[in-house]
């Protein structure tokens, strides 16, 4: 009797927290079928917040008659009859240049929920904690001032200890009758010198030799360029493929630098940096990501209020630092390192999908170009999908030569009569 | 002992040289200024000084050229009536003959960042809207709008642009925009898109 009142009690229980559970469930369900909508058809031109290829739907119930969602049903499900009758939404079109595509399978209820999901994204969501960033960059800081002055002070008193001993001894000695002669000061001791010297010449000569190497050398360069682009934001964050920006690497000596429109591509959209990690320069000062999109605007002359007046044309080129550079004797070819030597983009520029600011990582000497070359294995042709196509031709001369189509091979089949073999 | 204060004194000083590690600002300089700096015009150098002499550059081909190899140019203009216009023109390429894994690469470099390596709309810039891209990308398979797109129209707004999508042409020549539309045409197939869609590639 006992466990079945029990159970029932159990049961009780668990019935009363199903209620519970279902009656917040439905009543979260509202705005989150209207986020599975909004998603799937509104996304594309609407945002929540910004305005995009159509305006921000945050507050919508306030403007017009929206807070009729029967007029907004209307309005989606039919924009062209809709306008045809109505000045606030012509204006609309006049001000984003098109018109809303028409939904004709869009109920009732969907908008309601796509209002409930708007509304809800609208809030603003509550700041996360700050300060995680900072106090481990400011401990790395402290630490070395601490090291610092840990060996500073073991410094001093190593001395200290060392000037003690010796007068010490001095005192023993007199207190002992010893009488020494007359120390020579230590500057004028012969080994003293005679150490000084060679420890002056081999630093000397290291510093010297090692000047000299790096004159005309850039490794570690790393100016501050006109605008703090970070190569982690991009690259490596948000994924985007080197040859997305530097896409003529594949094709030509350089790996160009984007003009502003493939900037453009994404930052018509992007017009703030909201979502990634703090930033940092190499100082150590934050960087604030938004303001430094709104100066890649002013050169694109890219109005964030009014994305469809944009003119490509008006743009004016952002004036990069060039960062690696080799003497005007040396000449270099991306593509044929890229397409042909199928180089990844890392092995001369290193983790550049880690980097805030862009350092030069290879020294770019000919020592390291040489080495590059003696342990690079050549990708020949193996098969339709891996290995380059570059030396097939050498192939085709041998197969040739051993079934005897061809007794010997002329310097025109290697390309001796291209112009540019002579008129470069 | 002498030795001693040596030892300490060149700890000290490498370690003072090892603690600055100090950014490097500058480029530094070279042995031979005429042979590192080239006299010519070199690539990204400035052109102000040719400006200043009145020498204008322009980089631009001449209007109405086409390069040695490369497709004749697209005939319509970037408007309304372009766009209407656009979904007359066919792929000119043999869509048999295309290297597909080719086309896959190029378009996973310039697409697959916002349109999704599975042709879904959900690349890494959207991430469902976690990412930082504020608009939906179109999802290619599933969406009837890029179902039912004529190739031409696809290939006009790839070179173009629409809505908040940047155009590529100065990123992509014509020939590897039309082999990403034939890409996308197949991949719609695939994934058993509609029929105006099977059409487009089947009538090579």
């Given at each position: 009797?006992?466990?079945q009142?029990?159970a029932?009690k159990?049961?009780?229980?668990?019935?009363?927290?199903?209620?519970?559970?279902?009656?917040?469930?439905?009543?979260?369900?509202?705005?989150?079928?209207?986020?599975a909508?909004?998603?799937?058809?509104?996304?594309?031109c609407?945002?929540v917040?910004?305005?995009?290829?159509?305006?921000?739907?945050?507050?919508?119930?306030?403007?017009?008659?929206?807070?009729?969602?029967?007029?907004?049903?209307?309005?989606?499900?039919?924009?062209?009859?809709?306008?045809?009758?109505?000045?606030?939404?012509q204006?609309?079109?006049?001000?984003?240049?098109?018109?809303?595509?028409?939904?004709?399978?869009?109920?009732?209820?969907?908008?309601?929920?796509?209002?409930?999901?708007?509304?809800?994204?609208?809030?603003?969501?509550?700041?996360?904690?700050?300060?995680?960033?900072?106090?481990?960059q400011?401990?790395?800081?402290?630490?070395?001032?601490?090291?610092?002055?840990?060996?500073?002070?073991?410094?001093?008193?190593?001395?200290?200890?060392?000037?003690?001993?010796?007068?010490?001894?001095?005192?023993?000695?007199?207190?002992?009758?010893?009488?020494?002669?007359?120390?020579?000061?230590?500057?004028?001791?012969k080994?003293?010198?005679?150490?000084?010297?060679?420890?002056?010449?081999?630093?000397?000569?290291?510093?010297?030799?090692?000047?000299a190497i790096?004159?005309?050398?850039?490794k570690?360069?790393q100016?501050?360029?006109?605008?703090?682009?970070?190569?982690?934001?991009?690259?490596?964050?948000?994924?985007?493929?080197?040859?997305?920006?530097?896409?003529?690497?594949?094709?030509?000596?350089?790996?160009?630098?984007?003009?502003?429109?493939?900037?453009?591509?994404?930052?018509?959209?992007?017009?703030?940096?909201?979502?990634?990690?703090?930033?940092?320069d190499?100082?150590?000062?934050?960087?604030d990501?938004?303001?430094e999109?709104?100066?890649?605007?002013a050169?694109?002359?890219?109005?964030?209020?009014?994305?469809n007046?944009w003119?490509?044309?008006?743009?004016?080129p952002?004036?990069?630092i060039?960062i690696?550079?080799?003497?005007d004797?040396?000449?270099?070819?991306?593509?044929?390192h890229?397409?042909?030597?199928?180089?990844q983009?890392?092995?001369?520029?290193?983790?550049?999908?880690?980097?805030?600011?862009?350092?030069?990582?290879?020294?770019l000497?000919?020592?390291?170009?040489?080495?590059?070359?003696?342990?690079?294995?050549?990708?020949?042709?193996?098969?339709?999908?891996?290995?380059n196509?570059?030396?097939?031709?050498y192939?085709?001369?041998?197969?040739?030569?051993?079934?005897?189509?061809?007794?010997?091979?002329?310097?025109?089949?290697?390309?001796?009569?291209e112009?540019?073999?002579?008129?470069? | 002992?002498?030795?001693?204060?040596?030892?300490?004194?060149?700890?000290a000083?490498?370690?003072?040289?090892?603690?600055c590690?100090s950014?490097?600002?500058e480029?530094?300089?070279?042995?031979?200024?005429?042979?590192?700096?080239?006299?010519?015009?070199?690539t990204?150098?400035?052109?102000?000084?040719?400006?200043?002499?009145?020498?204008?550059?322009?980089?631009?081909?001449?209007?109405?050229?086409?390069?040695?190899?490369?497709?004749a140019?697209?005939?319509?203009?970037?408007?309304?009536?372009?766009?209407?216009?656009s979904?007359?023109?066919?792929?000119?390429?043999?869509?048999?003959?295309?290297?597909?894994?080719?086309?896959?690469?190029?378009?996973?470099?310039?697409?697959?960042?916002?349109?999704?390596?599975?042709?879904?709309?959900?690349?890494?810039?959207?991430?469902?809207?976690?990412?930082?891209?504020?608009?939906?990308?179109?999802?290619?398979?599933?969406?009837?709008?890029?179902?039912?797109?004529a190739?031409?129209?696809?290939?006009?707004?790839?070179?173009?642009?629409?809505?908040?999508?940047?155009?590529y042409?100065?990123?992509?020549?014509?020939?590897?925009?039309?082999?990403?539309?034939?890409?996308?045409?197949?991949?719609?197939?695939e994934?058993?898109?509609?029929?105006?869609?099977?059409?487009?590639?089947?009538?090579n």
């Open positions: 009797m006992m466990s009142k029990a029932l159990h049961l009780s229980t668990l019935l009363f927290s199903l209620l519970i559970l279902s009656v917040s469930f439905s009543r979260a369900q509202d705005a989150a079928a209207g986020k909508v909004f998603m799937s058809k509104c996304a594309s609407h945002n917040l910004k305005k995009a290829t159509g305006p921000a739907l945050a507050g919508l119930e306030e403007r017009h008659k929206w807070a009729d969602h029967k007029e907004l049903l209307a309005w989606i499900n039919n924009p062209a009859a809709y306008m045809a009758k109505d000045p606030y939404t204006g609309l079109k006049a001000e984003y240049g098109s018109m809303m595509t028409a939904f004709p399978d869009v109920t009732l209820q969907d908008v309601s929920n796509v209002v409930a999901y708007v509304n809800e994204a609208a809030k603003p969501a509550p700041v996360p904690a700050a300060g995680a960033g900072d106090s481990a400011g401990s790395d800081n402290q630490n070395s001032v601490l090291f610092g002055v840990i060996s500073l002070l073991l410094g001093v008193i190593a001395l200290i200890l060392m000037q003690v001993n010796s007068n010490l001894k001095k005192l023993s000695d007199q207190a002992e009758g010893v009488t020494l002669p007359e120390g020579i000061p230590f500057w004028r001791n080994t003293n010198i005679a150490i000084l010297s060679i420890v002056f010449f081999v630093f000397g000569g290291y510093m010297v030799a090692k000047g790096g004159l005309g050398r850039q570690d360069y100016p501050v360029q006109p605008i703090y682009y970070s190569h982690k934001v991009h690259a490596g964050i948000n994924q985007i493929n080197c040859l997305y920006c530097h896409g003529s690497a594949e094709q030509s000596k350089h790996a160009a630098i984007p003009s502003v429109n493939t900037c453009m591509n994404c930052h018509k959209a992007i017009q703030a940096y909201e979502k990634g990690p703090k930033l940092f190499e100082e150590g000062n934050e960087i990501g938004t303001a999109i709104q100066k890649l605007y050169y694109a002359g890219f109005d964030p209020n009014n994305p007046k003119d490509p044309s008006m743009a004016k952002i004036e990069w060039k690696h550079n080799l003497p004797h040396v000449y270099f070819s991306h593509a044929q890229v397409t042909a030597g199928k180089v983009c890392q092995s001369c520029h290193g983790e550049i999908q880690a980097m805030g600011e862009v350092k030069q990582v290879s020294d000497s000919m020592g390291w170009c040489i080495n590059c070359h003696r342990e690079t294995k050549v990708q020949f042709n193996y098969d339709s999908t891996k290995g196509k570059f030396y097939s031709i192939e085709k001369f041998h197969n040739d030569i051993k079934s005897g189509k061809m007794d010997s091979v002329t310097v025109k089949d290697i390309g001796g009569l112009c540019q073999k002579c008129h470069y | 002992m002498r030795k001693n204060i040596l030892l300490t004194g060149t700890l000083l490498a370690l003072v040289f090892a603690a590690n950014v490097r600002r480029e530094g300089r070279v042995y031979m200024p005429d042979m590192a700096y080239s006299r010519a015009y070199e990204y150098a400035s052109t102000a000084a040719l400006q200043e002499a009145g020498v204008h550059y322009n980089a631009r081909p001449v209007e109405g050229t086409v390069a040695r190899g490369a497709m140019a697209y005939p319509f203009a970037n408007d309304s009536v372009g766009y209407v216009r979904a007359e023109v066919k792929n000119p390429l043999d869509v048999a003959a295309i290297d597909m894994t080719e086309a896959e690469r190029i378009y996973l470099i310039n697409c697959g960042i916002c349109h999704g390596t599975k042709l879904d709309g959900n690349g890494p810039l959207w991430k469902g809207g976690d990412g930082p891209y504020t608009a939906a990308p179109r999802n290619l398979i599933g969406d009837p709008l890029a179902l039912n797109m190739e031409g129209t696809m290939f006009h707004s790839i070179t173009y642009g629409k809505n908040l999508m940047g155009g042409g100065s990123q992509l020549s014509s020939k590897q925009r039309w082999e990403i539309v034939a890409y996308i045409k197949l991949k719609q197939i994934a058993g898109g509609g029929a105006t869609a099977a059409a487009a590639p089947a009538g």
